[in-house]
Nanobody, 115 residues
Framework: QVQLVESGGGLVQAGGSLRLSCAASGSIFSGNVMGWYRQAPGKQREAVALITSGGGTAYADSVKGRFTISRDNAKNTVYLQMNSLKPEDTADYYC?????????WGQGTQVTVSS
């Protein structure tokens, strides 16, 4: 099985920055996609950023130019650098890994952006 543990969430003022980390452990295969998703109350969970083992990335339009996803394959860790944060970025952020047609989720970390 796979376990994901997120960290780095918290309270930040609008315009500020925050970096989320997610460490994966267990049966991690070399070929996979890791990503960050977020969910605000009353809204569907949405993909924020994805990154492949090879380093290819994809971003939601709402965060392009502000967020950067990266990973350290040796540590099976994925990061989300969030800059120029807006109140609408407030949500629970979840780490995800997709491999072998299965998805695994972390417990989530809360990000609150104040005005």
């Amino acid at each position: 099985q796979v376990q994901l543990v997120e960290s780095g969430g918290g309270l930040v003022q609008a315009g500020g920055s925050l970096r989320l980390s997610c460490a994966a452990s267990g049966s991690i295969f070399s070929g996979n996609v890791m990503g960050w998703y977020r969910q605000a109350p009353g809204k569907q969970r949405e993909a924020v950023a994805l990154i492949t083992s090879g380093g290819g990335t994809a971003y939601a339009d709402s965060v392009k130019g502000r967020f950067t996803i990266s990973r350290d394959n040796a540590k099976n860790t994925v990061y989300l650098q969030m800059n120029s944060l807006k109140p609408e970025d407030t949500a629970d952020y979840y780490c995800n890994i997709q491999q072998q047609s299965l998805s695994y989720w972390g417990q989530g970390t809360q990000v609150t952006v104040s005005s």
